[in-house]
């Protein structure tokens, strides 16, 4: 259901690093265009050959993200198989994910950080009108394409990726490792994604970019992260109420209280506007 492509078609280049059951490259893939020779530039993503058992599930994510196209959603361009090898080919986008640049430090506006979330919440809405569950929502899985300038008023573009393995072939460990990010629900019955489920991802990621990229639970073990969703717990609300509001009604461990997509793109919308932003125009960068 998606298009294959020739190994010979690509060329592989830098590794960029590891995912969890997969190995990620810069590269290259050649077509011919209208008779003429055009290289584009990709992200291989190559599932080491120990998880052939998940491939049609590393595939299944692929084919979800390849049947629509959206322009907050990343675009795989197809599969290649060689050998061993399973390879998804992406679109290659420029800063890479966004939690580590958020994390590097990059000292970005209050109406960047919504900008990104609206951003977000109109691939969630899109998602949710074709009735498409993501389940790996989280700054990891935000591509920053553009990084946006102040000064010269360009915002930041971002590209929600692929979710990788789904909840239900990745071990227990993983999802309660994704706490909290993964909805409480799922713990409970991981085969069993819903529409809401990605409310909290949303929630939780929202949480993420305004930390700048720092997880509240990093460096948690498994079971202080049960512990977490078992009493119940929220995650810290922001200082300003309205966004720590829409936070914890996207992170309502009841799933159905939690809002449409909708209703949080309005709420975002009245953040926008909201005279919060010009008071935080850059946020003090918090190492
Ligand atoms: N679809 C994608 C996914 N990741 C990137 C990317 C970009 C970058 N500058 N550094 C990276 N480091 C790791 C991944 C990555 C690009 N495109």
Sequence with gaps: QFHMIKYEDLSCDESLG??????IFKGKKIDIHDGEKRVTEVLLKELDATHKNCWESFFEAASL???????????????????????MVQEYV?????????KRGRSVSVSWKLDVAKQLASALNFLEEKNIVHGNICAKNLLLAREGDPSQGSSPFIKLSDPGISMAMVGKDVILDRIPWVAPEVLGAPEKLTLECDKWSF????????????????????????????????LPPSQWTELADLISQCMDYQADFRPS????????????TSDYVILHATEPVTQ
Excluded at 65 to 78: D, E, K, P, T
Excluded at 214 to 227: I, V, Y
């Design 18 to 23: 590891q995912g969890s059951f997969t190995r």
């Design 65 to 87: 993200m390849s049947q629509i196209a959206h322009r907050h959603l990343l675009l795989v361009y197809g599969v290649s198989v060689h050998g061993a090898k399973n390879i």
């Design 94 to 102: 420029k800063y890479g994910a966004l939690d580590l640049y958020l």
């Design 203 to 234: 929630g939780a990621t929202v949480w993420e970019i305004f930390n700048n990229g720092n997880s509240l639970l990093r460096g948690w073990n498994l079971d202080q992260k049960k512990q977490f969703y078992e009493s119940f717990q929220q």
């Design 261 to 272: 997509c909708r209703s949080i793109i309005r709420q975002l919308n009245s953040l926008i």
